[in-house]
């Protein structure tokens, strides 16, 4: 088992022994120095867990020492500063440049091991909270947005100078699995706030008092089922980012509280009277066309205009084709690891198939796709017959029309209210069975009984 690492750096012998005798003794491993020079030089070959610190040093300011180690990448030690009585204020000082602990000469050596033991356990949530971070990182990076075409590279720039401005609110427009949780969060992780928290809240279907309690948080007693006070996910993602998926969903009434809050940057709990501040970035989302419901009625337009201060479209699959080559081989490599599987290649039969293919579920689709073909196929090779039914279907340009249109001509808008019509009438007049009987959303046939003006 490795031993946990301590430097020691005093100019005082008889501390450096005492503490290195003490530790040696108690199974780490120690290295100890008189100087400042020499203890930065151990302090990034050492690499120690724990660093004891004295504040007078004969060649330097031991604060000075300590923020060249705070500022040392990598290094996620804790550093314990030792002062002589007198001299807290230099103490405290050192707790706000982030030292973990200090100690106030003369010491008592046996509860050496009890600081030490909850320094390591502090360093040891650090790091792993740094290595967490990372794999976020890397998982959610823009490095994982795959995609060369004019289009995302386009998307890819806008991303990068959102994510390094201090602009407090985005919208994301895009079809539904065009990928817009994934860039939402590179903007997260590309950003400064990048060690803050990302919290992600659906807005779909989402009851106005639930939307509120999530959102601000509520205090004990505020309602019936409130027995203690909970932060909601504004205080939550303080720092961070708060994504807010499927804004176009959202109530009209949780709109306007919505809107009040990003105006104004504070908010009160349920049942509180106290007005809590945050600094944090909003990312809203939406599959909708938000300027056809906000002339609908459906959506403010002030919340509109304020989310979108700095807006990004993602492209739609059939729009970047180029891309669903290098899509491929990113989910073939992915799922091989994750499978087990061997597949190399695409046959060129296959790939034509996905290229002429329209993906009316985008990304999503055809990662769904290459996860189903990976679990149930084996070879080294994707075929068409690997491919389902819908991909592989050829497509006849010289089909019979389904419906011929009349020598003396028809009004296509009395075609279009017959229609709808009849949907409701089969659906017994439930608008989203009628809507699925049309082969469109409930709130586009909603549209359409206002403009042809239907009774139904």
């Given amino acids: 088992m490795t031993k946990a690492k301590v430097l020691v750096v005093d100019d005082e012998q008889m501390i450096r022994w005492s503490i290195d005798q003490t530790l040696t003794a108690a199974?780490?491993?120690?290295?100890?120095?008189?100087?400042?020079?020499?203890?930065?030089?151990?302090?990034?070959?050492?690499?120690?867990?724990?660093?004891?610190?004295?504040?007078?040093?004969?060649?330097?300011?031991?604060?000075?020492?300590?923020?060249k180690m705070k500022e040392e990448k990598g290094q996620e030690s804790a550093v314990i500063v030792m002062t002589a009585f007198g001299e807290i204020r230099t103490a405290v000082e050192a707790m706000r440049l982030g030292a973990y602990d200090y100690l106030k000469k003369p010491f008592d050596f046996d509860?050496?091991?009890?600081?030490?033991?909850?320094?390591?356990?502090?360093?040891h949530l650090r790091r792993e909270v740094s290595e967490l971070r990372q794999e976020r990182r890397k998982t959610y990076g823009v490095e994982n947005i795959v995609g060369e075409s004019e289009k995302i590279r386009h998307v890819l720039v806008l991303l990068e100078k959102i994510a390094e401005s201090d602009a407090t609110t985005v919208l994301i427009q895009g079809e539904n699995g065009t990928g817009k949780d994934l860039f939402a969060r590179a903007i997260h992780c590309r950003s400064k706030r990048a060690d803050g928290a990302f919290l992600d809240l659906s807005c779909t279907a989402m009851p106005e008092s639930l939307f509120e309690s999530e959102l601000f948080g509520y205090e004990q007693g505020a309602f019936t089922d409130a027995r203690a006070t909970k932060k909601g996910l504004l205080e939550l993602a303080d720092g961070g980012t708060l994504f807010l998926d499927e804004i176009g969903d959202l109530p009209l009434v949780s709109q306007a509280k919505l809107l009040k809050f990003i105006e104004s940057r504070q908010f009160k709990r349920l049942g509180g009277t106290v007005d809590h501040h945050v600094d944090l970035r909003i990312i809203a989302a939406t599959n909708r066309n938000l300027e056809e419901a906000v002339r609908e009625g459906r959506f403010r337009e002030d919340l509109y205009?304020?989310?979108r201060v700095i807006p990004i479209v993602l492209p739609p699959l059939r729009e970047r084709r180029e891309d669903i080559p290098l899509l491929l081989q990113h989910y073939m490599g992915k799922y091989n690891a994750e499978f087990h599987k061997d597949f190399r290649r695409v046959s060129d039969d296959a790939l034509q198939l996905l290229m002429s293919y329209s993906w009316p579920g985008n990304v999503r689709e055809l990662k769904?796709?290459?996860?189903?073909?990976?679990?149930?196929?084996?070879?080294?090779?994707?075929?068409?017959?690997?491919?389902?039914?819908?991909?592989?279907?050829p497509h006849v340009s010289s089909a019979k029309p389904q419906y011929r249109l009349a020598p003396?001509?028809?009004?296509?808008?009395?075609?279009?209210?017959?229609?709808?019509?009849?949907?409701?009438?089969?659906?017994?007049?439930n608008q989203t069975r009628a809507a699925q009987l049309l082969g469109i959303s409930r709130d586009a046939l909603r549209y359409r009984m206002h403009k042809l003006g239907s009774a139904a």
Wanted: no cysteine; aromatic share 6%.
């Fill in 27 to 67: 199974g780490y491993e120690v290295a100890v120095t008189a100087t400042a020079t020499e203890g930065m030089a151990l302090f990034r070959q050492f690499l120690p867990e724990v660093v004891f610190l004295d504040m007078r040093l004969p060649d330097e300011d031991g604060l000075s020492v300590l923020k």
């Fill in 111 to 123: 509860e050496l091991e009890v600081v030490v033991g909850r320094a390591l356990e502090a360093t």
């Fill in 305 to 307: 205009y304020r989310l």
């Fill in 368 to 393: 769904n796709l290459f996860e189903r073909i990976l679990i149930l196929e084996k070879g080294e090779t994707i075929l068409p017959e690997h491919l389902p039914p819908e991909i592989i279907r």
């Fill in 408 to 429: 003396s001509g028809i009004s296509l808008e009395q075609v279009e209210k017959d229609f709808v019509r009849q949907a409701l009438e089969l659906a017994g007049g």
